[in-house]
């Protein structure tokens, strides 16, 4: 790709960037959202068309004018959000769009070979080709979603966030097959990966590049820059300090869970969190993790235990919390986090319209929702605007300026910055950090901060004391500086529980 | 442009189109159309779809459907004439379609949100007490009424697994079985009582006072238009029915009882078509188990012109009006142009699907 522009209206999306990717190659691209990226992949895969520059395939003129066009040619994109049909079979999804046929009927034997031959290059051969897709777990859905890549014969492939909603295992696993994908001796496909996870970028790929404002703004071998210089050009600015912590007071204890049981596969689970303290639950996805905040929350229902918020047992129902003090931010922003066809100010202010006025219209709405959004920092035009046109960043800080507004003083962070860019990451863990350590306001007091996370370094760098969630079973909580992130991922596992046994 | 102004444009959308299929009518038949009389009587020709429609828009907004009010209205009017045969006062009767329309409401609601105990508590407490009535006298039979709702309530719990049901299904169902229960009801005969009382002035201009300048129908559904503009957009539970249409999980994790909002969105949604049965009795004088046959689509559509989404999550009254007003000025308009039904039904489908595609053009360029 050279010199490739794109604007809409007034927005210059991609001013002039160039790339190239060779076979047998993996491309690590990242950058801030908002950067270009996706709009430089729309471009390749032929979803849209670019106002100028070329692009070339293979030595040759491409100028795909439909995704259709583009899967044709050869280049095939893996989403974030999976771009399968859940109700059909995985060899139906496959060969979707391109079913071998004889004469009027799909060729069902046909299928299923290339079904097979696709399932096996990516190392799946063990799969039913007759399963339905939506009996299968993430990962799963991914390497089917892959395989249809390999089916239509992708020269090409575009990995656009893959690893954002995976567990750890099932990313090693993808790991492993983007390796086998790229080795010249195997397929030797040229390879694009999209990240925000720069140790991910470390790990797999042979190059990077860096885009920013629309531009190329670096490039380099990943095993040489360090973590710091590739964030430091996304950013544009020099990120020193992703992680600070300032002078934290612990004060009393103001939520205590006794034997808490809830949704399995969580057992029951006690512990206490204090004022002016960050504990961190670590953890696979599906270990409980998430099952423990919900039930703190009482999303799901309280099979049996205590909470205690502020020496006392209450309702366990949504609503008593909130006004109790006590907020959650949801792990899936899209689907339960945020209302995204609402406004801005109604996000936030939902949980307690009563802080609003007796009758809140849309005028209060707003008013009362400012504060909130301006400490959080949230980029938009007004707080009218609808959730759902804002980056992934911004509207994370919505649905965190939503525990500000309430005011409240125990805060449930469920994986607080899955898939959003860096610089937003920096400004949230710092906002964090504010809140437990009781500034910026003179007179708040601070606040007590659970964070689910499986971003190890997240936890490790931003938490007080950290607890591993493994099968259901929550360990002991041990002081931050007593981990690292092999002896979590070892607890995660549930390793360090069968040596001791 | 100024955002305000943009804002504006953005929803007085439908209002625009009101205007100009008006203006098109006033300018092609001026000495019929534009008269204050017409007037008065599209007010009235829409007052009973265009009640039911305000009680509608909570119920599409909040992320449901209600396909029986055609259903619910003709039930309405046969309770209302039954009751009045029955001696019941005036008044009494009209509490009746209410009624009726409460309680469907809660039958819908607590089927919609899986509260299968709730429904059948109530279905069998007006079974026994309908039952019951001829042995015991009125009161005897409330009692028996009141016993197995409490028996059910207290059984309920543990008897009845929680069921939520999509709506469209619970009262597609409910559409055909309130239609059935209304002829069972007048024996499949219209129901003609001997005394109306005021029911019988209704739809019709008074003597003296507000009355003699719009019927008594018509104050009634811009009164009611006019609460619920102001329960929807200025209330907490206006917001929470907001909230519930464009995201339930989100409404749930931010601690609104989604629930019992829900419940209280068909109870007030269809205890408007109870009010609608009190107008259309009032229009045809007798209880008629066939009537506003096709009321539900009308409904539907009203709301959908004034700008809600099937999907929940928009939509306002002051649309709803409009979109209603939209509907009867085309039907008016072209009975004064002298042209036949079926222009009218072909004008309306066509209103229908632009406004539904320049509510979406809208969207997009903001």
Known sequence: ?501 | MNPRVKRWLEELGPLFGLILVWSLFAALRPGEFATWENQRLMLLQTAVVGIAAVGATFIIVSGGIDLSVGSTIALGTVVIALLLEAGAPVTVAALGGVFVGVAVGFTLGSLVVGRVGSALGLFGAVAVSWVTWEQFGPLGALACGVAVAVAIALLGGRVFPRLPLAPFIVTLGAWGALRGMAKGLGDNQPVYPDELGWLGDVMFVGKSGLTSVLPPGVLLFLATALVAGVVLARTRFGRHVFAIGSNEETARLCGVRVERTKLLVYIVGVGCAGLAAILQFGYLSIGDPTTAEGYELRVIAAVVIGGASLTGGEGSIRGTLVGALIMTVVDNGCTKLGLDNWVQEVATGGIIVTAVALDRLRHRAS
Not at chain 1, 285 to 311: K, N, Q
């Open chain 1, 1 to 501: 790709m050279r010199g490739v522009r794109k604007r809409f209206g007034a927005t210059t999306a991609l001013d002039g960037v160039d790339l190239d990717v060779g076979p047998g190659e993996v491309l690590g691209l990242v950058g801030e959202n908002g950067a270009g990226k996706s709009t430089l992949m729309k471009i390749l895969a032929g979803a849209l068309t670019p106002d100028d520059g070329t692009l070339e395939l293979d030595g040759e003129s491409y100028s795909p004018s439909s995704p259709v066009d583009g899967r044709q040619a050869g280049v095939a994109m893996v989403y974030q959000e999976l771009s399968l049909a859940p109700h059909l079979s995985v060899e139906e999804n496959l060969v979707l769009g391109a079913e071998p046929m004889r004469g009027p009927f799909v060729d069902r034997r046909e299928r299923r070979r290339i079904a097979k031959e696709a399932l096996t290059a990516v190392g799946r051969s063990s799969l039913d080709p007759a399963e339905r897709v939506s009996r299968l777990p993430l990962g799963d859905r991914q390497l089917v979603e892959i395989a249809r890549a390999m089916a239509l014969g992708a020269r090409v492939l575009v990995f656009d966030e893959p690893t954002s909603s995976l567990a750890r295992d099932d990313a090693e696993r993808l790991f492993t097959l983007v390796k086998k994908l790229a080795d010249p001796a195997g397929e030797g496909l040229a390879i694009i990966y999209i990240s925000h996870f720069l140790e991910e970028v470390q790990e797999l790929c042979d190059r990077y590049c860096v885009l920013r404002d629309g531009k190329t703004v670096g490039e380099g071998d990943p095993e040489i820059s360090t973590a710091e210089e590739i964030a430091s050009a996304m950013v544009g600015r020099e990120v020193e300090d992703l992680y600070p912590c300032s002078q934290r007071v612990r004060g009393e204890a103001v939520l205590a869970l006794e034997a808490l049981h809830g949704k399995p596969p969580l057992e029951p689970a006690t512990f206490e969190l204090h004022r002016g303290e960050v504990f961190g639950l670590a953890g696979l996805a599906g270990a409980g993790r998430s099952e423990i905040v919900r039930a703190i929350h009482a999303l799901d229902p309280v099979r049996s235990g205590r909470v205690t918020i502020a020496g006392r047992e209450r309702n366990n129902t949504p609503h008593a919390r909130w006004f109790d003090g006590v907020g959650m931010v949801s792990e899936d922003r899209k689907d339960e986090g945020l209302a995204l066809s609402l406004s801005i100010a109604d996000n936030v202010v939902l949980p307690r319209l009563d802080r609003v006025s007796k009758m809140p219209g849309s005028h209060a709405i707003e008013r009362s929702a400012g504060p909130a959004t301006l400490e959080l920092g949230v980029v938009m035009r007004s707080s009218r605007q609808r959730v759902g046109e804002l980056s992934g960043g911004n509207q994370q800080k919505v649905a965190l300026a939503r525990l500000l507004f309430c005011d409240v003083d125990v805060l449930l962070l469920d994986e607080p910055t899955r898939g959003i860019d860096v610089g937003s990451k920096a400004e949230i863990y710092s906002w964090i950090d504010r809140l437990a350590a009781g500034i910026p306001e003179e007179g708040r007091a601070p606040k007590a901060i659970l964070i689910v996370s499986s971003y190890l370094p997240e936890l490790l760098g931003l938490c007080d004391r950290i607890a591993v969630v493994c099968r259901g079973r929550m360990g002991t909580p041990r002081p931050t500086a007593e981990w690292n992130e092999e002896s979590l991922m070892l607890e995660a596992t549930g390793a360090t529980q069968e040596v001791s046994e």
